[in-house]
Nanobody, 117 residues
Framework: VQLQAFGGGLVQPGGSLRLSCVASGGDGRSDRMAWYRQAPGSQRELVAQ??????AEYRASVQGRFFASRAYGNTIYLQMANLKPEDTAVYYC?????????????WGQGTLVTVSS
């Protein structure tokens, strides 16, 4: 499974940005896709995840501002609004089979989101 992420960039506080990630090699019917992020000096954290049935979950700090969705079975989007400087991080997309086992977790290359005036 390979993942490729798109859409990072520089945005002002309060602005919006949309990330996309396309997976190749997954089946799209039994996997979960997610977005993680890692800020400088911090650990990687889960931002949002979407089941193969389209059910999304979010970390509390982005609830109501970020919206994650899936399409075509192999694509995950992250629509981010009202961005804050603390959202600055490298964002990674992830595909997994409902397990933390690294053998069943796949990662994209990361895309940098910078929120700054």
């Amino acid at each position: 499974v390979q993942l490729q992420a798109f859409g990072g960039g520089l945005v002002q506080p309060g602005g919006s940005l949309r990330l996309s990630c396309v997976a190749s090699g997954g089946d799209g019917r039994s996997d979960r896709m997610a977005w993680y992020r890692q800020a400088p000096g911090s650990q990687r954290e889960l931002v949002a995840q979407v089941t193969h049935q389209g059910i999304a979950e979010y970390r509390a700090s982005v609830q109501g501002r970020f919206f994650a969705s899936r399409a075509y079975g192999n694509t995950i989007y992250l629509q981010m609004a009202n961005l804050k400087p603390e959202d600055t991080a490298v964002y990674y997309c992830n595909l997994n089979y409902y397990t933390d086992d690294p053998n069943y977790n796949y990662w994209g290359q990361g895309t940098l989101v910078t929120v700054s005036s």
